[in-house]
């Protein structure tokens, strides 16, 4: 039962990998922009701005 759920050694490698290039990419688009990026929800805040600066709560209130 057990064995289902157990992650094989390719699949971990995977993610590992996988782990590593994010942490690459944010570390690239961090030195560009020149300041950490946003975690959590303020991150999902900062995503949802348009262009205009107006985020989606803001644009459903009116």
Do not use: I
Request: proline share 0%.
């Amino acid at each position: 039962m057990n064995n289902e759920r157990k992650s094989s050694k390719a699949g971990e490698r995977a993610a590992e990998g996988l782990r590593e290039a994010t942490a690459k990419d944010e570390a690239k688009n961090e030195s560009k922009t020149g300041h950490d990026l946003a975690k959590g929800a303020d991150r999902f805040e900062e995503r949802s701005k348009s262009s205009d600066g107006r985020s989606a709560q803001e644009k459903q209130k009116g």
